[in-house]
T-cell receptor, first 114, second 115 residues
Framework: NAGVTQTPKFQVLKTGQSMTLQCAQD?????MSWYRQDPGMGLRLIHY???????DQGEVPNGYNVSRSTTEDFPLRLLSAAPSQTSVYFC?????????????FGSGTRLTVV | AQTVTQSQPEMSVQEAETVTLSCTYD???????LFWYKQPPSRQMILVIR??????QNATENRFSVNFQKAAKSFSLKISDSQLGDTAMYFC????????????FGTGTRLTIIP
């Protein structure tokens, strides 16, 4: 029972590099979302998906790209990394009607852009 | 759009004492859920307690309880008999009852339990 799996746990990028943060869940949850956590700002929604093939922007989508080709996977792509994207990234999932019971979070990815 | 406000960036309390963390929110919806999440140094997000807005009774989970005031849009967390393991960042969060695919978080309160 893996829940939500995020990889990698830590990453250092140079400015301008691209990378993909992976998120996979094995609970057949339809809803998946990406948040970033910055000191003093809590967690802010980047992108979310309500099902395979459907994605939408959250509060802070600029510089990030997502796709949802399967129910299980929801990767987050950084197209050209910038120091402002240094943050901790969380993936979360839930089911329709089950969000009220709380979300399942991954363990997070700490990304540093130098 | 919903907003969640936590006005206490940091708090500390002696072990075994009671502490209350504040949270206010703003929404035009009448049906929604509120949560308190705990984030220890391990970084994992742990659900502490949840409240359904249509229930007047305040939620409790062992040493954790909430004071939910719907009219005032207030949702505070009380931790009784605090323990060293309660040291963590605490986030208040909101999600809509309908279309609850996303959470709105407060900025967090860093709680330190002093031995």
């Amino acid at each position: 029972n893996a829940g939500v799996t995020q990889t990698p746990k830590f990453q250092v990028l140079k400015t301008g590099q691209s990378m993909t943060l992976q998120c996979a869940q094995d609970m057949n949850h339809e809803y998946m979302s990406w948040y970033r956590q910055d000191p003093g700002m809590g967690l802010r929604l980047i992108h979310y998906s309500v099902g395979a093939g459907i994605t939408d922007q959250g509060e802070v989508p600029n510089g990030y790209n997502v796709s949802r080709s399967t129910t299980e996977d929801f990767p987050l792509r950084l197209l050209s990394a910038a120091p402002s994207q240094t943050s901790v990234y969380f993936c979360a999932s839930s089911s329709p009607g089950q969000g009220g019971y709380g979300y399942t979070f991954g363990s997070g990815t700490r990304l540093t852009v130098v | 759009a919903q907003t969640v406000t936590q006005s206490q960036p940091e708090m500390s309390v002696q072990e075994a004492e009671t502490v209350t963390l504040s949270c206010t929110y703003d929404t035009s919806e009448s049906n929604y859920y509120l949560f308190w999440y705990k984030q220890p140094p391990s970084r994992q997000m742990i659900l502490v307690i949840r409240q359904e807005a249509y229930k007047q009774q305040n939620a409790t989970e062992n040493r954790f309880s909430v004071n939910f005031q719907k009219a005032a849009k207030s949702f505070s967390l009380k931790i009784s008999d605090s323990q060293l393991g309660d040291t963590a960042m605490y986030f208040c969060a909101f999600t809509s009852y309908f279309g609850n695919e996303k959470l709105t978080f407060g900025t967090g309160t860093r709680l330190t339990i002093i031995p």
